[in-house]
């Protein structure tokens, strides 16, 4: 158990809808990074936040977004859903301490879409 | 940009035995991070080693070693001693040195390990 939860597990949704995807970081963890893992794109990194701010940005989607609170736990939200969203998302934290930092991921949430 | 590539995308080695994986990478960077991560059955990805460019010494965890040669640009994995439970998928990572804004990682596409009894 790497101590980040991520809910819900499964989820299974319809185009055209929205959904929110959460991620709670380890204790003492700032930084949160969300991947997506598809068949066809591997794993790609999405977004990552830092105590509350968006820090870095890679291959998101403009449908997609996310935020991060003041408890540090995050929310990605995928909006307008596609058949090609289908897949899993993760969510990893750090502590962000410079060269040290090693990312922990969470479970993970299966996205189908239908 | 970086790129992780790994070459072999399934491999297959005896129960007991020792097997390698493949991982080249690129960059033009002197300094980063390389991981190795492996994603079992239940999909939960878990760091299984980690390399720091400016230590030349290889690191290892247990069954795990790795050898990198940081002029090819190469990051192998060597699994000792395979066990029925290191049958997953096995990913190679680049991360440059910095955490916060530039600390995400990068993926190679994965390598399928089987282990057979």
């Known amino acids: 158990d790497s101590g980040v939860t991520q809910t819900p597990k499964h989820l299974i949704t319809a185009t055209g809808q929205r959904v929110t995807l959460r991620c709670s970081p380890r204790?003492?963890?700032?930084?949160v990074y969300w991947y997506q893992q598809s068949l066809d794109q591997g794993l790609q990194f999405l977004i990552q936040?830092?105590?509350?701010?968006?820090?870095a940005k890679g291959n998101i989607l403009e449908r997609f977004s996310a935020q991060q609170f003041p408890d540090l736990h995050s929310e990605l939200n995928l909006s307008s859903l596609e058949l090609g969203d289908s897949a899993l998302y993760f969510c990893a934290s750090s502590v962000a301490s410079g060269r040290k930092e090693t990312q922990y991921f969470g479970p993970g949430t299966r996205l189908l879409v239908l | 940009a970086q790129t992780v590539t790994q070459s072999q995308p399934e491999m297959s080695v005896q129960e007991a035995e020792t097997v390698t994986l493949s991982c080249t990478y690129d960059t033009s960077e002197s300094d980063y991070y390389l991981f190795w991560y492996k994603q079992p059955p239940s999909r939960q990805m878990i760091l299984v080693i980690r390399?720091?460019?400016?230590?030349?010494q290889n690191a290892t965890e247990n069954r795990f070693s790795v050898n990198f040669q940081k002029a090819a640009k190469s990051f192998s994995l060597k699994i000792s001693d395979s066990q029925l439970g290191d049958a997953a998928m096995y990913f190679c990572a680049y991360r440059k040195p910095y955490g916060g804004s530039q600390g995400n990682l990068i993926f190679g596409k994965g390598t399928k390990l089987s282990v057979k009894p």
């Open positions: 936040y830092y105590n509350g701010e968006e820090r």
């Open positions: 204790s003492g963890d700032l930084s």
């Open positions: 390399q720091e460019a400016y230590k030349q």
